[in-house]
């Protein structure tokens, strides 16, 4: 009896050998497999890794291309500067009176003739001018030019001041008339009438654009 299980004994170890070698044998290609399978992937990884990082490089190494504009600004024109001295005729379109007029009142003028430089016409007959009050005393007036409109904009003028009895006169007409200007000059001065005419010089040079 002894004998009999001892070697039942001895058959259940033998059998449970074999079946540890079995599990073991089947074990081992799956995890062989499961290796050789993680390594391509990790092979896959890296190259796309690679590939990335080429791709970024070559995207920053690329040169970066500046819009160019299509419309490029041309010049329209260019500036003609009318020197200092450069005589200057207006006429006045309204009536002033030293009893009434004030030190910075405004009058509105016209060119009598265009202001050439070089030949080239600047300032146009018939631009308008404004003129200002410079001075009121009891019996005289002293008007300036103040602005004038080319091209419709504006710009600043200074001019020497003049008087009333200062209106431009022909050559013929102030030789006949020199004497009776000194003995009515006082009351001239008081009243600077509408069409009279008054040649100014320019105090300062002025830079006005020319179109074309």
Do not use: W
Request: hydrophobic letters at 35%; a positive charge; aromatic letters at 2%.
């Amino acid at each position: 009896m002894f004998h009999s299980q001892l070697s039942h004994k001895l058959f259940l170890a033998a059998a449970a050998a074999g079946l540890l070698a079995v599990a073991g044998c089947s074990n081992q290609p799956e995890t062989t497999a499961s290796n050789q399978a993680s390594k391509p992937a990790k092979a896959s990884s890296k190259a796309a890794s690679k590939a990335a990082s080429k791709a970024a490089a070559s995207k920053a190494e690329a040169p970066k291309v500046t819009p160019v504009s299509a419309k490029v600004s041309q010049p329209t024109g260019h500036t003609i500067t009318v020197p200092k001295g450069t005589p200057i005729t207006a006429v006045v379109d309204q009536t002033l009176h030293s009893d009434k007029s004030h030190q910075g009142d405004t009058f509105a003028a016209s060119l009598a003739a265009p202001v050439k430089v070089d030949g080239k016409t600047v300032l146009p007959k018939g631009a308008k001018v404004t003129g200002k009050v410079v001075a009121v005393k009891k019996h005289e007036l002293k008007v300036a030019l103040a602005s004038v409109v080319v091209h419709g904009k504006s710009y600043d003028l200074k001019t020497n001041s003049l008087r009333p009895a200062d209106k431009a006169k022909s050559a013929s007409a102030k030789s006949s008339d020199q004497s009776k200007e000194k003995a009515k000059q006082k009351n001239d001065n008081s009243t600077l009438s509408a069409k009279s005419k008054l040649t100014f010089k320019l105090s300062e040079p002025v830079s006005v654009p020319m179109k074309g």
